[in-house]
């Protein structure tokens, strides 16, 4: 993925070299075919982003989940969207 496209998306005009340089480097990485999968890859990213001090806003999370979700079939996407529901409503 080209780094010019974080810089022209609004969600990253103010993103640290640090995180675009993760961020690229995850994007990079071969993409899950199925929600359990991508769940698995979601929270490695997670993992690791927080042993690198790096946090991210919602508009950045949204943006990488629906990243994740466009390789997805039709089922899977709404197996991640139900998962995300019950998320957001715990916090």
């Known amino acids: 993925m080209d780094q010019n496209f974080f810089t022209q998306n609004p969600a990253f005009q103010n993103i640290s070299p640090e995180k ?10 071969e993409k899950p075919d199925s929600s359990r ?5 979601l929270m490695s990213f997670v993992t690791k982003a927080r042993n690198q001090n790096l946090s991210f806003t919602t508009d950045e999370t949204d943006f990488i989940i629906q990243h994740l979700r466009q390789g997805l079939n039709p089922t899977e996407q709404q197996r991640i969207d139900r998962v995300l529901q019950m998320l957001r409503r715990k916090k």
């Open 37 to 41: 999968d991508m769940m698995t890859f």
């Open 20 to 29: 675009l340089a993760f961020l690229m480097n995850f994007m990079n990485q």
